[in-house]
Antibody
Framework: EVQLVESGGDLIQPGGSLRLSCAAS????????MSWVRQAPGKGLEWVSV???????YYADSVKGRFTISRDNSKNTLYLQVNSLRAEDTAVYYC?????????????WGQGTLVTVSS | SSELTQDPAVSVALGQTVRITCQGD??????ASWYQQKPRQAPVLVIY???NRPSGIPDRFSGSSSGNTASLTITGAQADDEADYYC????????????FGGGTKLTVL
């Protein structure tokens, strides 16, 4: 059974940093695309970042240069390092598995971890 | 980056059929996927590709596409279908970046 379990969310001051983790089971993170999607309180879904099986990374313009996606194959875990946090980064961050191609989709989602940026 | 546009809210009478639409230039090149999100829950994939349902999704959910518009149709809406629905597709820049629509809140009357 595929499972994604996020952790690491917290209340953090503007300008601070956090590392979000996503422990995967039921499949191998290094064999597929993995992605982060976030949702600000009361708002819609926003794509944040993706890492390919080969390790290539891509980011939304809103987080480029501040966020870094990575993975630890030995732990089968995905990460999102979030730096220089702003109030507008406050959101639930979901870890997802992404299937690419012309019929792309996020087929599995974690339960989310809440990041609150506030002084 | 491209954008996907959805109506903010749609309502349907119990047992009737409702169509939720999503418009955007990326849909001319890529299929949409659709996600159902209930309050305080993670989104769930309900439709992807031409008209594919993941295991466990009822067959009253279906998808279609024409030009720059993708549609999610619920035939015989149930009270349990009341939720927010989001469309998604790859961006037009031919890398694995992605874009979501703003979401449609479905009310079942």
């Amino acid at each position: 059974e595929v499972q994604l379990v996020e952790s690491g969310g917290d209340l953090i001051q503007p300008g601070g940093s956090l590392r979000l983790s996503c422990a995967a089971s039921g499949f191998t993170v290094s064999s597929t695309y993995m992605s982060w999607v976030r949702q600000a309180p009361g708002k819609g879904l926003e794509w944040v970042s993706v890492i390919s099986g080969g390790g290539s990374t891509y980011y939304a313009d809103s987080v480029k240069g501040r966020f870094t996606i990575s993975r630890d194959n030995s732990k089968n875990t995905l990460y999102l390092q979030v730096n220089s946090l702003r109030a507008e980064d406050t959101a639930v961050y979901y870890c997802t598995r992404w299937k690419g191609g012309y019929d792309s989709r996020f087929d599995y989602w974690g339960q989310g971890t809440l990041v609150t940026v506030s002084s | 980056s491209s954008e996907l546009t959805q109506d903010p809210a749609v309502s349907v009478a119990l047992g009737q059929t409702v169509r939720i639409t999503c418009q955007g230039d990326s849909l001319r090149s890529y299929y949409a996927s659709w996600y159902q999100q209930k309050p305080r829950q993670a989104p769930v994939l309900v439709i992807y590709g031409k008209d594919n349902r993941p295991s466990g999704i009822p067959d009253r959910f279906s998808g279609s596409s024409s030009g720059n518009t993708a549609s999610l149709t619920i035939t015989g809406a149930q009270a349990d279908d009341e939720a927010d629905y989001y469309c998604n597709s790859r961006d037009t820049t031919d890398n694995p970046s992605s874009v979501f629509g703003g979401g449609t809140k479905l009310t079942v009357l």
